[in-house]
Nanobody, 122 residues
């Protein structure tokens, strides 16, 4: 069964950090781009960051300089390091995979995780 499972979400104070993980099972991530998306209540899903199968990275303007995406193909896992978190980063975060270099368009992605909640609040 092809599956992506996110972990690492939680409650953090403004200015804090979290590291999200995305573990793939049933397929290998080597040839896939990994994307991170988020959806806040009442808002549309938006692309946060992606890393292509060639290692190229893209970030939404709202997270540039604060978030870092990475991957460890030996662990079949993708990561999203989130620093200097703000209240507006509060959302459910989803990882997704597509067989290419990726992008921040959700429709391009074939496989999706179930999401992990990130709440930034004092």
């Amino acid at each position: 069964q092809l599956q992506l499972v996110e972990s690492g979400g939680g409650l953090v104070q403004p200015g804090g950090s979290l590291r999200l993980s995305c573990l793939a099972s049933g397929f290998t991530l080597d040839n896939y781009a990994i994307g991170w998306f988020r959806q806040a209540p009442g808002k549309e899903r938006e692309g946060v960051s992606c890393i292509g199968n060639d290692g190229s990275t893209y970030y939404a303007d709202s997270v540039k300089g604060r978030f870092t995406i990475s991957r460890d193909n030996t662990q079949n896992t993708g990561y999203l390091q989130m620093n200097s978190l703000k209240a507006e980063d509060t959302a459910v975060y989803y990882c997704a995979a597509e067989p290419g270099i990726g992008g921040l368009v959700a429709d391009w992605y074939e496989y999706w995780g179930q999401g992990t909640q990130v709440t930034v609040s004092s």
